[in-house]
């Protein structure tokens, strides 16, 4: 295993690990995503029939609507949202998202995590001390 850390500012607090979902595009809350599963139903998006659910979810910014906040409110009550949230570029969006959903939630990482973590990476996020580990298999 090949351990990597980075830096990052801390949105909501926690500490969280689990499995890396990586996104490339954009991620939508309301109308986007089904919130007792967590499953992406935006049509052609590239996450599209994937569950968020129990993952590290890792994109580069929030898109769509202030019902964001909402959505992610209600997967949180379904128990279908995010282990924790690293987000590239943060906004009201997904700040409000995070904490409705009171998931760990970091952005401003030192480098860039599209490019270092991938699909299926065990990652720890620890916003309480800014710190993100990725475990990935050599």
């Not at 599963?37 to 769509?64: C, N």
């Not at 760990?104 to 973590?117: A, F, K, N, Q």
Request: hydrophobic content about 40%; proline content about 3%.
């Amino acid at each position: 295993m090949k351990k990597i850390s980075m830096k990052c500012r801390c949105v909501y607090q926690g500490h969280k690990g689990a499995f890396a979902l990586v996104c490339h595009e954009g991620v939508g809350g309301w109308g986007s995503v089904e919130e007792s599963t967590g499953i992406i139903t935006e049509r052609g998006h590239e996450l599209q029939g994937i569950s968020v659910k129990d993952k590290v979810l890792v994109f580069p910014y929030a898109k769509g609507s202030c019902g964001w906040a909402k959505a992610f409110q209600n997967m949180a009550h379904f128990h279908a949202n995010p282990a924790a949230m690293i987000v590239v570029a943060i906004d009201n969006r997904s700040a409000l998202g995070a904490v409705t959903m009171r998931t760990p939630t970091v952005t401003d990482v030192e480098g860039d995590p599209l490019t270092v973590i991938e699909t299926g990476d065990w990652v720890d996020v620890n916003a309480d001390e800014g710190l993100i580990t990725i475990m990935k298999q050599e």
